[in-house]
């Protein structure tokens, strides 16, 4: 067993055991194209896929992609286009503060020509991107499943994230979405466990707009694993 497998059976055992009424029997390790862990209640096979969230400390010293981003989406709010999600992964860590102004721009101009309709979602790689984009962003991914009150953009660095809110749980939720047909090759329901881990100095509490959101997926169901209270959340969900 892999340290990754452990990792993740060990996040299922504590689902497991929090969750007693679920009457999940003992989890079992998989490979892709199944979900990560195979259980069952009764005759039905239940697929467990699990995604971690690393949350930073609030303090920590806000970097320079952070502030292309925040820039960007200024200047996309100022175009006066619907509220949208879009989540990206960076491939170097600071962008030289030299080319803030411009990668600010090209990052608006690109989510703003290409939004998609209400209720989906796309994702382009970097090959997919203007050259200026492609050499800093491994992708950009970008949302609309429902009407969102604002606009939300976040990094994805190695997991790490500033704070959860409704946006953040739904591009998680999206990010696994494609592969739950493969999933569905193994089990008869997939399952989808979301776990917020982190240095005991960065945990926070789920926000209750996060709480009580309803998210769109291909998922039966959906569940987060906290770390203070270290409990189990249930997520209202919409097939997608």
Known sequence: MTKKQQDELHLFDEFRRLAPNLGLSEGVPKEPPAADVLSSIGTN????????ILRQDEKRRES???RVVEAARRQYESLGLPATGVGMSWVQKDPNPQDRDLLAKSLAEFVAQRLPSRGSWVVFDADSLPKILSDRLHYIRIERFVDYPKNYWCISRAGWVASLDPV?????IAAKDPKVTGYRQTCDEA?????LEGDPSSWCRLSEEARTHRYVTKFKRVFLLGT???DITEFVVTAG
């Open 45 to 52: 096979t239940i697929g467990i896929e699990v995604t971690r």
């Open 64 to 66: 320079e992609e952070s």
């Open 168 to 172: 953040q749980v739904q591009l998680e």
């Open 191 to 195: 399952w989808l466990l979301i776990a």
């Open 228 to 230: 203070t209270p270290r």
